[in-house]
C-alpha cells in the first residue's frame, strides 16, 4: 500500500511529465525543425530519432505513433557519433540562429561574455600519464591497449574551483574561499544583452583562461550596439586593445589595485556592470538545472558537440519564452 508521502511523490512525478509533454508540444508549435534537414538527411537514416521515446509526451514531439518503430539508445548513439564526425554542430547552430535572426530576434544592445566549468567523468592516471598528456603526448601503455585508450580522455583537465565560503555555524565567515578539485572542459558563451540569447560559444579543456577567448571568435559584430560586458577574467591590456581596434566598447570589470583599496567611482562603475552581466550567469544556471549539462563522452570533439547541443536547446526554450511573451503583450 502506498504511503500519502509516495502518492504525492507519484503525483508530482505525473505533473512534472504532463509539463513536460506540454513544453515538447509548444517546441513542435514553434520550432521549425525541417530547417535542420539539409544538414541531418545525409548522416542518419530517416527513421532515426533523436530522443528515446518511451513516453507519449516524446512520441507526439516527434510525430510518431504506438505503431511505429522506435530509436533504441545505440540508434541515439550512432547518430549523436554521425553529428560528431561530420563537425555538424556549428553548421546547425548557426542555422538555428539564422531562424531566430528571421523571427526578429537580432543581437541587439551589446553582448555579455562569461564561461562555466562543465565536469566530466574523472580519469584514473598515474602521475607519469598526468605529465605526458601535458606535454601533448600519449603515454606508451595506451597506445599498446587500444581499447583501454578509447575510455581516456586525453583532453579532459583538472583544475581548481573557487567558491565564496559560506557563513559558519557561529556567524563567522573564513578569510578564504574554498578550492574544489574540478575535472573536465570548460563551455565560453557571448550572449546579446537585448533577448539574452547565446551569439557566439567555444569549448575548451578546463585550465584555459576565460580571457584570451575574447579574442578567439567569442565577439559578435553583427550586434547592434558595441558594448561589451565580462568580469575581471578579461581585463587586459591586449582584451582592451583588440576590442578598440574592432569597434567595441568595454564594459569590462576593473580589477582591484593590488595591496590598495579600490576607488569609489570604480566600485560603483563595476556595480552598475554586474547588473548587466549578472544575465549571462542566468544562461549557465538554465542549462545545469535543465538540461544537466555534464559531459559524458570521451575527448573533446564529442565534448564539443555536447555542450554545442545544449547551448541549441537553451536557444529552443528561450526562443519559446519570448514568443509566449510576445503573445501576450
Known sequence: MMTQSGFFDVEERLAR????????????????????????????????EYLINDRLS???????????????????????????QAGAIDVLF??????????????????????????????????????????GRIPQDWQDKPSKLSHKDRHARWTLKFTKAKRQDDGTIP???????????????????????????????????????????LLDRSNTASDVWADTAYGSKANEAFMEKRGFVSKVHRKKPHLKPMLRHIQRSNAGKSII????????????????????????????????LANIVYNMRRFLLLERINAIA
Open 94 to 135: 548557426n542555422r538555428f540562429d539564422a531562424t531566430l535572426r528571421n523571427a526578429d530576434y537580432l543581437p541587439m544592445s551589446g553582448q555579455i561574455l562569461d564561461a562555466t566549468l562543465v565536469a566530466a567523468p574523472k580519469q584514473r592516471n598515474t602521475s607519469a600519464e598526468k605529465a605526458e598528456l601535458r606535454e
Open 175 to 217: 578569510s578564504t574561499d574554498l578550492a574544489i578539485p574540478f575535472f573536465g572542459y570548460k563551455s565560453h558563451i557571448s550572449i546579446d544583452r537585448k533577448f539574452r540569447l547565446i551569439r557566439k560559444w567555444k569549448t575548451t579543456d578546463a585550465t584555459t583562461s576565460d580571457g584570451a577567448r575574447l579574442r578567439e571568435g
Open 277 to 308: 552581466r549578472s544575465r549571462v550567469e542566468h544562461v549557465f544556471a538554465d542549462q545545469k538545472s535543465q538540461t544537466g549539462l555534464f559531459v559524458r563522452t570521451v575527448g573533446i570533439t564529442r565534448a564539443t558537440m555536447r555542450i554545442g
Open 17 to 48: 511529465l504532463s509539463g513536460l509533454g506540454d513544453q515538447l508540444e509548444a517546441f513542435s508549435r514553434t520550432v521549425d525543425f525541417e530547417v535542420f534537414r539539409p544538414e541531418l538527411n545525409n548522416l542518419s537514416d530517416e527513421r532515426t
Open 58 to 84: 516524446f512520441m507526439r514531439f516527434l510525430g510518431l505513433g504506438l505503431s511505429d518503430r522506435m530509436p533504441d539508445a545505440t540508434t541515439v548513439w550512432l547518430f549523436r557519433e554521425r553529428l560528431t
